[in-house]
C-alpha cells in the first residue's frame, strides 16, 4: 500500500509564504506522476501543480508566477512553495500520485489526507 503524507500548511497573511511537503511511503515500483490539488469549500477539486507522467509541470493559471513545485526524487517527495499567497489561496490541498506497484503494471492513483491552507489577516 502507498501512503502520501502531507505537512506545512497553516495559517498566512496575505502576502505572506507557505512551504507544503508531500512524502510517499510503501513498497512500489515507481512515482509516475506527482502533484497538489486543492479543494475550497463548496467547490470542485482542481490542479494547483504537478509533474505529469512526461515530466511535464503543470501549473493552474490562477498559481503561476506565485506558486513552485519542486520534487526530491531520491524521498519520493514533493514540495508546493507557495509566495504571494491570496485569500482565494484558502483550501485543502490534497497530495495525489500515480503509482506503479510492480514494472508492467497499471498505476494507481493516490491521495493524501489534506491539509489546510488559510489565507487571512
Known amino acids: 500500500q502507498v501512503q502520501l503524507v502531507e505537512s506545512g500548511g497553516g495559517l498566512v497573511q496575505p502576502g505572506g509564504s507557505l512551504r507544503l511537503s508531500c512524502a510517499a511511503s510503501g513498497t512500489f515500483f515507481s512515482i509516475e506522476a506527482m502533484g497538489w490539488y486543492r479543494q475550497a469549500p463548496g467547490k470542485q477539486r482542481e490542479l494547483v501543480a504537478a509533474f505529469t507522467r512526461g515530466g511535464i509541470t503543470n501549473y493552474a493559471d490562477s498559481v503561476k508566477g506565485r506558486f513552485i513545485i519542486s520534487r526530491d526524487n531520491a524521498k519520493n517527495t514533493v514540495y508546493l512553495q507557495m509566495n504571494s499567497l491570496k485569500p482565494e489561496d484558502t483550501a485543502v490541498y490534497y497530495c495525489?500520485?500515480?503509482?506503479?506497484?510492480?514494472?508492467?503494471?497499471?498505476?494507481?492513483?493516490?491521495w493524501g489526507q489534506g491539509t489546510q491552507v488559510t489565507v487571512s489577516s
Open positions: 495525489n500520485a500515480d503509482v506503479k506497484m510492480r514494472w508492467g503494471t497499471q498505476a494507481n492513483s493516490y
